[in-house]
């Protein structure tokens, strides 16, 4: 079963850039390749935002909401998938999750990591 | 973007009881659509895809219907452990959108 774990700093100021890795590791075999991956936050309110996908091979689609913000980055000598979003706001605060996406195009997360809380206040 | 709704907010109901969650496209997904499971505290649970289409290690008591604009998850039988936040999410066009959630309690 594949597993994914996301690590970051937990608290930021307006205006600084939040910076998470996704990090997968599972039976052998259970990889970056040849999937979609994708980042999906969860708002206090419990509403779900899909931040965008990439693809092993680098290539990704972004919320349109997000994209001047945004950059996704997978590394697949070490198992990990990046997410980077620049001048965060308090909006921003979220239970930040990545997944591992089924489907054409990642289309349905058919697995989470746990998710990370991360908070966005001066 | 496409704006999924569903309905109700919140379900009360019992034990053995049978449960219909109703999920709304703004505009067609055909059936492009999934359906999640989130117990308090974790992460959400892929229950369904393409509308209707069970995710392996699913119980068979949950189904799926619809296409177009309306869609159904059905619990054939509430068991205490389906007690959850259930949402849909489309996928026919970015940005995938998902539904604001349906709290089901006992």
């Known amino acids: ?122 | 973007d496409i704006q999924m709704t569903q309905s109700p907010s919140t379900l009360s109901t019992s034990v053995g009881d049978r449960v219909t969650i109703t999920c709304r496209a703004s505009q067609s997904v055909r059936t492009w659509l999934a359906w999640y499971q989130q117990k308090p505290g974790k992460a959400p649970n892929l229950l369904m895809y393409k509308a209707s289409n069970l995710e392996n290690g699913v119980p068979s008591r949950f189904s799926g219907s619809g296409s177009g604009t309306e869609f159904t998850l059905t619990i054939s039988s509430l068991q205490p452990d389906d007690v959850a936040t259930y949402y849909c999410q489309q996928y026919i066009n970015y940005p995938w959108t998902f539904g604001q959630g349906t709290k089901v309690e006992i």
């Open chain 1, 1 to 122: 079963q594949v597993q994914l774990q996301e690590s970051g700093p937990g608290l930021l100021k307006p205006s600084e850039t939040l910076s998470l890795t996704c990090t997968v590791s599972g039976v052998s075999g259970d990889s970056i390749n040849p999937f979609y991956w994708a980042w999906i936050r969860q708002s206090p309110g419990k509403e779900f935002e899909w931040i965008g996908n990439i693809y092993y091979s680098g290539s990704t689609n972004y919320n349109p909401s997000l994209k001047s913000r945004v950059t996704m980055s997978v590394d697949t000598s070490k198992n990990q998938v990046s997410l980077k979003l620049i001048s965060v706001t308090a909006a921003d605060t979220a239970v930040y999750y990545c997944a591992r996406m089924a489907g054409a195009s990642g289309a349905y997360a058919r697995f989470w990591g746990q998710g990370t809380l991360v908070t966005v206040s001066s």
